[in-house]
């Protein structure tokens, strides 16, 4: 049973390219949620979807987009990275709103 | 605001030492706090949800418990496979219709032989 999988585990980029951080999941969840996680911080809401087709913002959406066309995926795009952006990205998922959320392992991710 | 604060930052413990991690959170009517496990390199794992005020939860050697201001993890008796972040979050109850949590800063546990 997989759960959820983040792709790529690593990168590094360079400011101002772009790139998309992949995140599928198998166990037929609706609420899927992308966060970041800085050192001695909490886990930051990025952006979050109740469902194939709705999305919308958490508490730092700023510099990312996101999509959901299927139920299994839920990708999240970098335009134009930036230093502050290095950071760990963890995807999660859920059955609804009120059960805990299972995560990936995770992308590590630097800007230089 | 809503807001969760986790204390200490990080606990060193000798194998064997009973100890307690602290979750105080503020939130507009909670609906549900939750603890999860972090091991390096790995994405939270769940634990226990708490959902109101004197409800405790156990596993193994962890126990939770759950007030109106705060949440403790009760560690008896820790091994060092025990080592690991453990992180605290709460879900408000309204306008939060997507689930959100919000989390700790988390505390960096270590148990020695």
């Known amino acids: 049973n997989a759960g959820v999988t983040q792709t790529p585990k690593f990168r590094i980029l360079k400011i101002g390219q772009s790139m998309t951080l992949q995140c599928t999941q198998d166990?037929?969840?609706?609420?899927m949620y992308w966060y970041r996680q800085d050192p001695g911080m909490g886990l930051k809401l990025i952006y979050y979807?109740?469902?194939?087709?709705?999305?919308d913002k958490g508490e730092v959406p700023n510099g990312y987009n996101v999509s959901r066309s299927t139920t299994e995926d839920f990708p999240l795009r970098l335009e134009l990275a930036a230093p502050s952006q290095t950071s760990v990205y963890f995807c999660?998922?859920?059955?609804?709103?009120?059960?805990?959320?299972?995560f990936g392992d995770g992308t590590r991710l630097s800007i230089l | 605001e809503d807001q969760v604060t986790q204390s200490p930052e990080a606990l060193r413990l000798q194998e064997g030492e009973s100890s307690s991690l602290n979750c105080s959170y503020t939130?507009?009517?909670?609906?549900?706090l939750f603890w999860y496990r972090q091991d390096p390199g790995k994405g939270p794992e769940f634990l226990f949800t708490l959902y109101s005020a004197g409800e405790e939860k156990e596993k193994e050697r962890l126990k939770a418990t759950l007030t109106k201001k705060e949440s403790f993890l009760h560690i008896t008796a820790p091994k060092p496979e025990d080592s690991a972040t453990y992180l605290c979050?709460?879900?408000?109850?309204?306008?939060?219709?997507?689930?959100?949590?919000?989390f700790g800063q988390g505390t960096e546990l270590s148990v020695k032989p």
């Open positions: 979050a709460v879900q408000a109850l309204i306008y939060n219709q997507g689930g959100k949590l919000i």
């Open positions: 999660a998922s859920t059955r609804d709103a009120t059960r805990p959320q299972h």
């Open positions: 979807s109740v469902g194939a087709g709705i999305t």
């Open positions: 939130v507009s009517g909670l609906r549900g």
């Open positions: 166990m037929n969840h609706n609420y």
